[in-house]
């Protein structure tokens, strides 16, 4: 595998008065050439499905309610049917566990797959591309526009442009801030534009960077500021799935008429057309071998399959392969037999634990929560009765959307019993209540330090709805 950070220009003062070496390559605008093809298709597929669901999922209504919905005021996150509090930090690790090592186990098989067809970065700039090609023409004609000097048309076109752009990355920023504050009423105060400060920071915040990154910056993101691009060589091996120029069949190298039998003409596949470099979103060469900057799009395998159609040539000159297959240490065929390798297994056990353990605990969930804090400013007094008694503060958290009624009764200490009998304290959906109960035993029963009990809080609805929380019952 190539050493692809040699590629990087290094800026520094090697001898005094020497002129400087350039540590970052200067920007160079590219024009990526549009491409038709499987992969650009299964790319456009990607773009619309998740902005579909980015655009559409704050617009859908669940139980009179938004359907996805972060409630950073009250501390609740709503998805669907599902309300998570605070206390479930559980499944916000397990997401982003998966997340890690979903991402790990993609990469172990199919090196960038996320970089060339998921990644925002990657999503917004295709984007921004379309919008490109639609105002200013094809490749060519954005090269001819750019070195054009300053006219009416040239200034009308990337007005409109970057007006377009500007207004997608503001709505892009709109629906962000609409999954943290009702996006109806977000867009109801649009006429008078009657938001908060928060709501006004983050809509520029987040579309502004998007329009920074997507529209302007592009490739750069990837090259220069992506940390992903930088660690995901350690989970490639010779068996990881990358897009390769198949070099022993292309080379060498060299322009020929349509149909040519390179055998004969002693060349390779290879025509030199330099379409692959055309359609490059971050501009590199394919058959200078892997590079860190190639996000794995596949829009080169696209155009030179087309090419190769041209030619009446077998397709696959550049081709999703691994490293050992293009040595000849097996054969196309057995690809798929090298992926699943100890650490793709791994990687598999350990996304399925997690995902087991989260439907497991969803599955026994509990509709509500329970906390008992015993009083612990007044440890225990005696009664006119000569009682001992404890006061406990119970806080029950209903984390469904219906209201839930629960009986509260006390055990572990003979003739324990609460002050009032078996309260009846009533929750509304995904609220919290809190109640104060007195405890009280017979001092024979209750020598002096503390004591285990137990409090059962049981919904009076379904009596399958219990939870049982220990505490403990100060005597004299
Ligand atoms: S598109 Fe294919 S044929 Fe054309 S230069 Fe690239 S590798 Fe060679
Ligand atoms: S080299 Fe090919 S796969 Fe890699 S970024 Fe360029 S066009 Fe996409």
Redesign the pocket.
């Known amino acids: 595998m190539p050493d692809s950070l040699k590629d990087i220009p290094v800026r520094v003062e090697s001898r005094p008065g020497s002129a400087p070496v350039s540590l970052y390559a200067p920007h160079r605008k590219l024009y990526p050439r549009s491409v038709k093809g499987l992969f650009n298709n299964w790319r456009i597929l990607f773009v619309v499905m998740t902005q579909l669901a980015y655009y559409a999922l704050p617009w859908l209504d669940w139980n009179g309610r938004q359907a996805v919905f972060f409630d950073m005021v009250n501390r609740k996150f709503y998805l669907f049917g599902l309300t998570i509090w605070p206390q479930d930090f559980f499944y916000l690790s397990a997401l982003l566990m998966c997340s890690a090592f979903g991402l790990f186990a993609w990469t172990s098989i199919a090196g960038r797959l996320w970089c060339?067809y998921a990644c925002p970065q990657t999503v917004y700039t295709e984007i921004m591309l379309w919008i490109e090609q639609w105002v200013e023409g094809d490749r060519s004609k954005r090269i001819k526009l750019d070195q054009a000097p300053m006219s009416v048309r040239k200034l009308r076109l990337k007005t409109t442009k970057h007006a377009i752009m500007l207004l997608f990355s503001l709505w892009t920023g709109f629906t962000l801030v609409g999954y943290f504050t009702p996006i109806r009423s977000l867009t109801a105060a649009l006429p008078h534009f009657d938001y908060g400060p928060w709501e006004i920071f983050w809509t520029f915040f987040y579309g502004g960077f998007t329009y920074l990154f997507a529209a302007h910056m592009r490739e750069q993101v990837c090259k220069y500021m992506c940390p992903y691009a930088r660690f995901q060589s350690v989970m490639f091996d010779a068996d990881t799935l990358i897009?390769s120029y198949d070099e022993k069949r292309g080379e060498p190298r060299g322009a020929r008429k349509k149909g040519t039998d390179p055998e004969q003409a002693g060349l390779g596949s290879c025509i030199n057309c330099s379409l692959?470099v055309q359609?490059?979103?971050?501009g590199?060469d394919?058959r200078h071998g892997l590079q860190y900057?190639?996000?794995?799009?596949?829009?080169?395998?696209d155009v030179c399959d087309e090419v190769m159609d041209k030619m009446s040539y077998p397709r696959g000159l550049i081709r999703y392969t691994t490293e050992n297959a293009l040595e000849g240490k097996y054969g196309e065929k057995q690809i798929r037999q090298h992926l699943m390798r100890p650490r793709v297994i791994v990687y598999a056990i350990l996304l399925t634990t997690i995902i087991s353990a989260v439907v497991v605990s969803l599955l026994l969930r509990q509709p509500f929560k329970a906390d008992v804090i015993r009083d612990r400013a007044s440890l225990v007094r005696e009664t006119n009765d000569g009682l001992l008694e404890n006061a406990y503060t119970i806080r029950i958290v209903n984390t469904s959307e219906q209201p839930q009624h629960f009986k509260i009764r006390v055990e572990g200490l003979p003739g324990i019993k609460m002050q009032s009998d078996s309260p009846i304290v009533t929750v509304k959906g995904t609220e919290t209540e809190t109640t104060t109960l007195r405890v009280q035993v017979d001092p024979q029963y209750a020598s002096r330090g503390g004591h285990e009990i137990h409090f059962f809080i049981q919904s009076t609805d379904d009596p399958a709805i219990r939870r049982v929380e220990k505490s403990s019952f100060i005597g004299e």
């Open positions: 060339g897009i692959c359609v490059c979103p971050v590199i394919i900057e190639c996000i794995g799009c596949a829009a080169c395998i």
